[in-house]
């Protein structure tokens, strides 16, 4: 069985009540609910830090043993020197996915210091962004 994980970063644990014109009104539980269902020959785990550092203790735990890693690093994409370097340092591919579309918001928002190490970025598809990366993976 394929053994996937869902990373996600600061502010993302307020998904259903954070800005729902831009990302929703999902929780990430409920959405999380229908994906296992969807897929059920996939592991999916799930984790979720407001802190840089866990983030990156995260990456380093999981990615030497999992299959694939979906990470939305949020606000720290743009910011974060060191969660970039912790996706090179390991082997586990990494899709970095955006709810929303970070392209079409703030200036600040089109710097990733994930992107040149990802395997591939998928974003501005809501929810559905994740799904796509899983899909990715099969
Ligand atoms: C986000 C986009 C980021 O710019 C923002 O800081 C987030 C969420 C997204 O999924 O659209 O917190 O990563």
Do not use: C, W
């Not at 409920?30 to 802190?51: G, M, V």
């Not at 890693?69 to 910011?79: K, R, S």
């Not at 912790?86 to 579309?101: F, M």
């Amino acid at each position: 069985m394929k053994k996937l994980i869902i990373i996600n970063g600061p502010n993302l644990n307020l998904l259903g009540k954070r800005e729902p014109n831009i990302y929703g009104s999902l929780t990430f539980t409920e959405f999380l609910e229908e994906i296992t269902a969807k897929y059920p020959d996939i592991d999916i785990a799930y984790f979720q830090s407001n802190i840089e550092g866990e983030l990156i203790d995260k990456l380093h735990e999981v990615g030497f043993s999992y299959d694939g890693v979906i990470l939305n690093a949020a606000a720290y994409t743009h910011t974060s020197v060191g969660i970039g370097d912790a996706v090179s340092a390991i082997e586990t591919p990494v899709i970095e996915v955006h709810i929303s579309n970070t392209y079409s918001r703030e200036e600040f928002r089109h710097r990733s210091y994930i992107s040149a190490n990802a395997k591939g970025v998928i974003l501005g598809f809501g929810l559905q962004s994740y799904e796509l990366a899983i899909q990715s993976f099969l």
